[in-house]
């Protein structure tokens, strides 16, 4: 089964700092490059991030630069999303997902396949 699993995601603290998985299944991310898209209650699904499918080239939005970093490890076929100094407004439902292209083509309606989604939620 084709497939991206996302793991990690949990209750945080303000400051604090969590790492989410995006794992592969059936197929391999050298192929893919892999973005990070983020939808908190009541707002659009925003894009976070974006890694090539080489994992030479990262991407950022501008509230997430310096704070979130992208990575990808090849040998266990996952992409990692690093977050650090988390605010308030840094939680929702972050999805990964992937495209047989490069990140400037990671458009929502264009991806081939999705993860199912990790909750990031506020402890304070």
């Known amino acids: 089964q084709l497939q991206l699993v996302e793991s990690g995601g949990e209750l945080v603290q303000p400051g604090g700092s969590l790492r989410l998985s995006c794992a592969a299944s059936?197929?391999?991310?050298?192929?893919?490059?892999i973005g990070w898209f983020r939808q908190a209650p009541g707002k659009e699904r925003e894009w976070v991030s974006c890694i090539s499918s080489s994992g030479g080239s990262t991407y950022y939005a501008d509230s997430m630069k310096g704070r979130f970093t992208i990575s990808k490890d090849r040998a266990k076929n996952t992409v990692y999303l690093q977050m650090n100094s988390l605010k308030p407004e840094d939680t929702g439902v972050y999805s990964c997902?992937?495209?047989?292209?490069?990140?400037?083509?990671?458009?929502?309606?264009?991806?081939?396949?999705w993860g199912q989604g990790a909750q990031v939620a506020d402890s304070s």
């Open positions: 997902a992937g495209i047989g292209a490069g990140c400037g083509d990671l458009l929502e309606d264009r991806c081939d396949y």
């Open positions: 059936g197929f391999t991310l050298d192929d893919y490059a």
